[in-house]
């Protein structure tokens, strides 16, 4: 469904609101009871984060050239949320985020990681796979990783039962830059070198049925971080030409099969209302790709930059029973939130030794409540370049986060930022930097040579 239209929100919104109220009912008589008559044990996660999707790269969020009918369905018969924001515009900051549900300065890990680098996530953080483990969580991650490579980093090592992909990103194997083939990796050792990229998304998939199959008696966590569609794009023959928009299009719709081999799965072992299924991307298009990179749709640039188009991503949550069936949520959120969330559904809380920036949206996610507002930030190394707090956005850095300027946009009329409404509301402004000033407070200091 397109969203450009500027009163859409707004409208979507209302639209949320008078859904959840009359759903309570429905959610508390079909859902609650059944589940906990039924299903006395936790519930299942299965977590898709996929490479470099545009905003309007699924047929639910606009693109009219990829068909994406398994995708679509998620949010057919769960929650889409419009305003869901990766909390980076490039893959490591972004995975922290998600992983830690803190802001990526804070577990240090502020730049893109490349097969150089001797650096990652450290024992210091606690990831959202440690907690739900604890809970008494299967979990595998199976796709890209992309938070160190070296043993002491791997998801092996941060609470994941299981690990199978690349460890960063498929176009790491410059000879150039000595960088080595692509590995592919089971646990913690290498299986294959070069990684065949054609089939890479379809085997993800296959490891992910069989892990859900395994472990269908006990609650899992599945973190699949596809690889694609990060450029080089590649699919297999049995996908390639399918789509109207090329070799990207391919590539997305092969993602969109898994899915759907993933939801078949589920319902064939009768897991599905035992399961929460999320589908979202780590950051925006890569636009410089051209045909080879997404579409972000009514969003102004794409990855690396604080403009919408860099954070703003699909995010799906699909739960029968629990989620009122096509619901849409417009409240900013973001993947910071994923860990408190997912540890208040498996029965915990996230840490509270540490500033967790993420918030529990269960009340979103289950189309049962609003929430208050609360600020977002957009960071880029250690610089916040911009905040959205409500329907405004403030930019205090330029797009190449050079110099100091400032940009205020109302989002809810103007997804596209296209009016800089700065000059007209001077106090917003103000309150909106002081915002940021409050922030920065929290942070740690930058290190001395980066
Ligand atoms: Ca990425």
Redesign the pocket.
């Known amino acids: 469904m397109p969203i450009e239209n500027s009163l859409r929100p707004r409208m979507l919104r209302r639209e949320f609101l008078k859904r959840s109220a009359a759903s309570v009912a429905a959610v508390t008589l079909l859902g609650d009871e059944a589940f906990a008559a039924s299903a006395p044990r936790r519930p299942s996660f299965v977590l898709i984060n996929c490479?470099?999707l545009g905003y309007s790269d699924v047929g639910c969020y606009g693109s009219e050239l990829i068909a994406t009918p398994n995708i679509d369905a998620l949010a057919q018969t769960g929650v889409k949320f419009t305003d869901f924001y990766a909390a980076a515009a490039?893959?490591t900051p972004?995975r922290a985020c998600l992983m830690t549900g803190r802001y990526f300065v804070r577990p240090g890990l502020p730049r893109v990681l490349f097969p150089r680098d001797k650096v990652g996530i450290t024992d210091k953080e606690i990831t959202v796979a440690q907690i739900l483990k604890r809970q008494g969580y299967a979990t595998a991650c199976i796709g890209k990783w992309h938070l160190g490579h070296l043993p002491r980093f791997l998801p092996t090592r941060h609470g994941f039962d299981y690990y199978y992909g690349i460890p960063y990103?498929n176009d790491m194997d410059k000879k150039q830059r000595n960088e080595p083939p692509t590995p592919l990796m089971r646990n913690e050792k290498i299986i294959e070198q070069p990684a065949v990229q054609e089939t890479l998304t379809e085997r993800y998939t296959e490891e992910a049925v069989n892990f859900i199959e395994q472990n269908k008696d006990h609650p899992f966590f599945v973190y699949l971080p596809h690889t694609m569609p990060?450029v080089p794009l590649h699919v297999s023959e049995r996908f390639k030409g399918r789509s109207k928009r090329g070799l990207y299009g391919d590539v997305v719709e092969t993602i969109d099969w898994g899915v759907g081999e993933i939801v078949k799965t589920l319902k064939d072992l009768g897991l599905q209302r035992d399961t929460l299924v999320m589908f979202t991307?780590?950051?925006g298009p890569?636009l410089q790709q051209k045909d080879h990179g997404g579409s972000a749709g009514p969003l102004r640039a794409g990855?690396a930059t604080a403009y919408e188009g860099g954070h703003r991503e699909p995010f799906i949550a699909n739960w029968p029973g629990r989620i009122p069936a096509g619901s849409i949520c417009a409240d900013p959120a973001s993947n910071l939130d994923i860990l408190p969330t997912l540890a208040s559904l498996a029965g915990t809380k996230a840490p509270t030794d540490r500033i967790i920036d993420g918030r529990d949206i269960t009340p979103l996610l289950l189309c049962k409540d609003d929430m208050d507002d609360y600020p977002f930030f957009y960071m880029r190394n250690w610089d916040v370049c911009a905040v959205r707090y409500g329907k405004w956005k403030l930019h205090v850095r330029d797009r190449e986060q050079q110099l100091e300027a400032i940009e205020l946009y109302d989002l809810r009329a103007d997804i596209g930022e296209t009016t800089n409404l700065a000059g007209r509301y001077p106090k917003m402004v103000d309150k909106l930097k002081a915002m940021i000033a409050e922030f920065c407070k929290t942070l740690p200091p930058p290190p001395k040579a980066e």
């Open positions: 490479d470099d490039v893959c972004s990103s990060h991307s780590d950051n890569w990855k």
